[in-house]
């Protein structure tokens, strides 16, 4: 038997035909096989437009990025005036508002960002699991029963389509508290009327066609999905890899870096290095856990037989 579930389509209630009722070959009466022919097709229809296996993998795909993304609140205006746009200035804003006040909207804003990602991962799983049920709905054979049960069907569909639609508003980050959870002043007329947002950045990632090794160094290059030019501050760490003697477990290293590729000297040939790369965490970082991992080995040193033997370290 089929689970009975909630459903928030309306039913067919179309008006009974007047003509003499006639049984078609298989005994089952027309206006029985019309319906049942059409709400098959409804749910084939809606399952293609809404729930294909296209359209599920993008939001698959989606959720994943917003694992990697990095999260900031930002403090904006609510309205502004044409022509003010210039008017606050980053640091007024920055002595307006009370660091205790801002420090505990971002502990908020961990949270919100944590329950997005499970409410995305939840909704997402529940689309998938409708999908499957609907299929074999739609390749039920028996006409009655498949009548029978066409209120539960439709009002699962519905419930279907609630869930796509929620999953769609959580997608891009809400907004946060209004000012007075801010300022230290609430009172004073001269505070300006905020609003907070949650802000993501793409993540990073090593471009490991263009990262290349060599003998004792390195050139790594990174980019942000989605964007030719980025100007934030990265921190680049390195380590050698299982470190034999005292002197290898000095081979690692942590630096800032504000451009798209570095070159690191001084490694060991034939050597394997650890290299992650991440955001510089900066007042209005609120979530970042992602950071990307690539592994390269320098080449090993040469060596040339002509009366003397080089080795290039």
Same mark, same amino acid.
């Given at each position: 038997?089929?689970?009975?579930?909630?459903?928030?389509?309306?039913?067919?209630?179309?008006?009974?035909?007047?003509?003499?009722?006639?049984?078609?070959?298989?005994?089952?009466? $027309? &206006?029985?096989?019309?319906?049942? +022919? $059409?709400?098959?097709?409804?749910?084939?229809?809606?399952?293609?437009?809404?729930?294909?296996?296209?359209?599920?993998?993008?939001?698959?795909?989606?959720?994943?990025?917003?694992?990697?993304?990095?999260?900031?609140?930002?403090?904006?205006?609510?309205? #502004?005036?044409?022509? $003010?746009?210039?008017?606050?200035?980053?640091?007024?804003?920055?002595? =307006?508002?009370?660091?205790?006040?801002?420090?505990?909207?971002?502990?908020?804003?961990?949270t919100q960002v944590k329950i997005q990602l499970?409410?995305?991962?939840?909704?997402?799983?529940?689309?998938?699991?409708?999908?499957?049920?609907?299929?074999?709905?739609?390749?039920?054979?028996?006409?009655?029963?498949?009548?029978?049960?066409?209120?539960?069907?439709?009002?699962?569909?519905?419930? #279907?389509?609630?869930?796509?639609?929620?999953?769609?508003?959580?997608?891009?980050?809400?907004?946060?508290?209004?000012?007075?959870? =801010?300022?230290?002043?609430?009172?004073?007329?001269?505070?300006?009327? !905020?609003? =907070?947002?949650?802000?993501?950045?793409?993540?990073?990632?090593?471009?490991?066609?263009?990262?290349?090794?060599?003998? &004792?160094?390195?050139?790594?290059?990174? !980019?942000?999905?989605?964007?030719?030019?980025?100007?934030?501050?990265?921190?680049?760490?390195?380590?050698?890899?299982?470190?034999?003697?005292?002197?290898?477990?000095n081979q690692f290293g942590v630096i800032s870096?504000?451009?798209?590729?570095?070159?690191?000297?001084?490694?060991?040939? $034939?050597?394997?290095?650890?290299?992650?790369?991440?955001?510089?965490?900066?007042?209005?970082?609120?979530?970042?856990?992602?950071?990307?991992?690539?592994? =390269?080995?320098?080449?090993?040193?040469?060596?040339? +037989?002509?009366?003397?033997?080089?080795?290039?370290?």
């Open positions: 038997m089929m689970k009975r579930r909630v459903m928030a389509l309306q039913s067919d209630r179309s008006t009974p035909r007047k003509e003499p009722v006639r049984i078609n070959e298989c005994g089952i009466f $027309d &206006d029985a096989w019309r319906k049942y +022919v $059409d709400r098959k097709n409804l749910i084939l229809q809606f399952l293609g437009n809404n729930l294909s296996t296209d359209i599920l993998k993008h939001y698959e795909t989606r959720l994943e990025l917003l694992k990697k993304c990095s999260y900031y609140i930002d403090v904006l205006p609510k309205h #502004l005036a044409p022509g $003010d746009q210039n008017v606050l200035q980053p640091n007024v804003l920055c002595q =307006l508002i009370d660091p205790c006040k801002f420090l505990r909207m971002k502990k908020i804003g961990i499970l409410l995305l991962k939840e909704y997402l799983s529940e689309l998938k699991y409708g999908w499957e049920e609907m299929k074999v709905i739609a390749n039920i054979s028996d006409v009655t029963m498949f009548l029978l049960h066409w209120n539960t069907i439709c009002a699962r569909l519905g419930q #279907l389509f609630n869930t796509l639609m929620n999953l769609i508003s959580i997608l891009v980050p809400g907004k946060l508290y209004e000012k007075h959870h =801010l300022m230290s002043d609430a009172k004073s007329n001269k505070i300006p009327q !905020l609003r =907070l947002v949650l802000r993501t950045k793409m993540p990073v990632l090593f471009d490991r066609k263009e990262s290349m090794a060599y003998h &004792d160094s390195v050139e790594l290059r990174w !980019l942000v999905l989605g964007e030719e030019e980025h100007h934030d501050l990265y921190e680049l760490h390195y380590k050698l890899q299982e470190p034999s003697y005292c002197a290898e477990k870096v504000e451009s798209s590729s570095i070159e690191i000297g001084n490694l060991l040939p $034939d050597s394997s290095y650890e290299f992650t790369i991440r955001r510089v965490e900066n007042n209005a970082l609120v979530n970042s856990a992602w950071r990307d991992v690539m592994i =390269l080995k320098t080449k090993a040193p040469i060596h040339y +037989v002509n009366n003397k033997t080089y080795h290039f370290t």
